[in-house]
């Protein structure tokens, strides 16, 4: 999705404007003090380390008993600070949440940190970076990398959960034995040195952060991680479902309370017949769908209104028009099509329903396309993502909107099912419906579809089973690694010119993003299904070295999900990894539950570092076109089964 050229053109001219206005780059942000909001054992930027409990209260009305309470947060280059209020409604941090620190001088090689390409050593006994569940005692899975996009003066280290992080659990984190490029040891900065010292006198500024930081000690000692060679330690909590899911499922089951067992209102305004070889008749029309944002109609930019409680709540009449377009194949003339709910693609519309491998699967395999928008990451709102990456604090507006998106889907889906056949745009010449209202409902979608569409799923009570194509979660580890993300990556620039803080700012919209993306709902998306709300199967299709939506954070949905991967995955030789896809389970020739199979067009590997593909072809809208892929997706539509439908061999495309 590219950025229109007179959004370009302004702020362009905006740039120039600040030029003028702050001279010369700024410098890096003021050193950490004590006592202004700011964690002082790490120094190099306000919020490090993060996620962090420093930044968190006691609140016994949370399920995990924990507050965000930010006071402190970013500047943009205007001079205007992130307002912490949004975030300060979590009870934890993101469960995706990657870890943030500034390490001077160090050398993950020399240091013996697990890398991307081995996560299975980030549990060796002695490895250097330790995360650990203070509850069960369980080390986490990670991997380490430093961030290739900024001068070494401002390069963070960020620590990648390889698995989400188990809600409302509380983690420890230690470095230890850190080394440099020349394999010297890394001495703690002063003040954490200090902490792990005696005991400070009470009139002593750092004097509550060590007795703070007595607890994670002690909690990193009864796990086998002592002091010795500690470079730095902190804790976090993880928010709860609750916090996470809570606002969605507040909207969701009072939309459909309001509901009850009919079909939405809904308009058609527009039918094609005979639209090609594959399309008998295309139509579009709207669904009205209870609306939570505040503003009537829930414009872009609008946000959630909410109640005393602080939770969603519904502006008396306000509405939301949910624009539909639908597909229905030749063959439901004569024999009902199976209803199908479309996901679009990064900041698309519902008009990508009528692309050509959409049609190919209806016409193929008997399915009637029908999608909405992602109201708050859809064309209309490039304006906004764009300017609430230029203010952080607007960056709600966009995951406000997404929550509501969800709902939107899920009204769609009830018309599909229990309005739609009764109008004649859904009927044939005799009289006779299009839609198969005795089928279940289902889910189809691509990138931004396959992120969303996760979400989605975990939350619909109609959807059971879900293709996420060119899928992953968690836009944090997703934009650097996108070649999508490098024009929006300027605004960046220009607002927050200073990379350090730009690796901050990601972690914080994250922790919005959650409530709006398929990372919030990961844990909850097959098996552990929330309130009111069915298992699901889903069934991920990824392309290997995608562009655009990176398969490693493909690979942590799955291991968060429970899905298997079809194996032989890919060629011998061909993954860069000691142990590819570890941590993944297998399966062969068929599987009756939730799955990732990947499809290699054989494009080139993709860096290893948090940068986008810049070689080769991009295979990223290659499993959707494929046939095999396709017959693949309908079989588990239909069954819930996942069939080989590679012969027994790895799943390749010749482009």
């Known amino acids: ?51 962090n409990d420093y930044y968190t209260v006691a609140d016994a009305g949370t399920p995990t008993g924990r507050r965000v309470h930010l006071r402190t947060t970013l500047k943009n280059a205007l001079g205007v600070p992130v307002s912490p209020g949004e975030w300060n409604r979590a009870d934890g941090f993101s469960p995706g949440s990657m870890l943030l620190s500034r390490v001077p001088g160090l050398d993950l090689a020399r240091t013996g940190a697990a890398p991307v390409t081995d996560i299975g050593a980030s549990l060796r006994d002695d490895a250097p970076i330790v995360i650990v569940d203070t509850a069960t005692g369980e080390r986490w899975p990670y991997w380490a990398e430093l961030d290739a996009n900024a001068p070494a003066d401002r390069r963070a280290l960020i620590v ?15 470095l230890r034995d850190l080394r440099d490029a020349s394999g010297d040891p890394i001495r703690p900065n002063a003040a954490f040195a200090e902490i792990l010292g005696p005991d400070l ?87 009205w769908a209870p609306s939570y944002l505040d503003q009537y109609g829930g414009l872009p930019g609008s946000a959630l209104h909410r109640g005393a409680d602080g939770m969603p709540s519904r502006l008396p009449g306000n509405s ?15 024999r009902p099509a199976r209803p199908a709910l479309y996901g679009h693609g990064l900041l698309g519309s519902e008009g990508e329903v009528d692309a050509g491998n959409v049609k190919a699967m209806a016409a193929e395999h008997g399915f009637v396309f029908c999608a909405t928008k992602w109201i708050g990451m859809a064309d209309e709102d490039v304006p906004n993502v764009v300017s609430a990456l230029a203010d952080l604090t607007r960056f709600r507006t966009v995951a406000d909107r997404l929550q509501q998106s969800l709902v939107n889907f899920t009204f769609l889906g009830r018309a599909m099912t229990r309005g739609f056949a009764g109008n004649k745009a859904f009927r044939n010449d005799a009289g006779a419906p ?51 993300f490098p024009q929006y990556a300027k605004i960046l620039d220009l607002f927050y010119p200073d990379k350090l803080d730009q690796q901050i700012a990601l972690a914080l919209i994250q922790m919005l993003w959650d409530r709006g993306e398929a990372n919030g709902y990961a844990w909850h998306m097959t098996d552990d299904p929330l309130p ?51 941590g993944i389970p297998t399966f062969g020739a068929s599987h009756d539950g939730s799955a990732m199979v990947v499809w290699d067009s054989g494009s080139p590997v993709p860096p290893l570092t948090n940068t986008p593909p810049t070689e080769g072809r991009d295979p990223h809208s290659d499993p959707r076109g494929n046939a095999d892929a396709r017959r693949q997706k309908a079989a588990f539509l239909t069954t819930g089964e996942v069939v080989d439908v590679c012969g027994g061999g790895p799943c390749v495309i010749t482009p």
């Not at 990648?160 to 230690?174: I, L, M, Q």
């Not at 990824?542 to 890919?570: L, S």
């Open 1 to 51: 999705m590219r950025l229109p050229l007179r959004t370009l053109s302004a702020f362009a001219a905006l740039a120039a404007s600040l030029a003028l206005l702050t001279g010369p780059a700024a410098a890096p942000p003021a050193a950490a003090q004590a006592g202004d909001g700011c964690d002082p054992i790490d120094p190099a930027a306000c919020l490090l380390p993060f996620p």
């Open 160 to 174: 990648r959960p390889a698995r989400n992080f188990r809600e409302g659990h509380r983690y420890a984190v230690a």
């Open 201 to 287: 006198p009470a009139t002593d500024p750092l004097a509550a952060r060590q007795r703070d930081s007595r607890r994670v000690l002690a909690a990193l000692r009864a796990r086998g991680v002592s002091q010795d060679g500690l470079y730095l330690a902190w804790d976090f909590t993880v928010a709860s479902r609750q916090s996470l899911t809570g606002p969605v499922l507040r909207m969701r089951d009072d939309a459909l309370r309001g509901l009850g067992d009919r079909s939405p209102s809904f308009l058609v305004t527009q039918v094609a017949d005979d639209v090609d070889d594959k399309i008998a008749r295309e139509v579009k029309g709207v669904v």
């Open 320 to 334: 939301q028009a949910v624009p539909f377009q639908c597909e229905i194949p030749r063959s439901a003339l004569t």
């Open 434 to 484: 299009l839609i198969d209202t005795g089928a279940e409902l289902t889910y189809d979608g691509n990138s931004q579809g396959g992120i969303m569409g996760g979400a989605l799923t975990a939350v619909s009570p109609d959807v059971r089973r879900a293709v996420l194509g060119v899928p992953a979660m968690n836009y944090s580890t997703l934009l650097n690694r996108s070649a999508d």
């Open 532 to 582: 009111d709300t069915p298992k699901h199967r889903v069934l991920m299709h990824v392309a290997f070295g995608d562009h655009q939506v990176a398969p490693v954070a493909a690979e942590v949905e799955a291991r968060t999900i429970g899905a298997r991967v079809h194996a032989p995955t890919v060629v011998p030789g061909r993954s860069p990894d000691k142990a590819p896809y570890w």
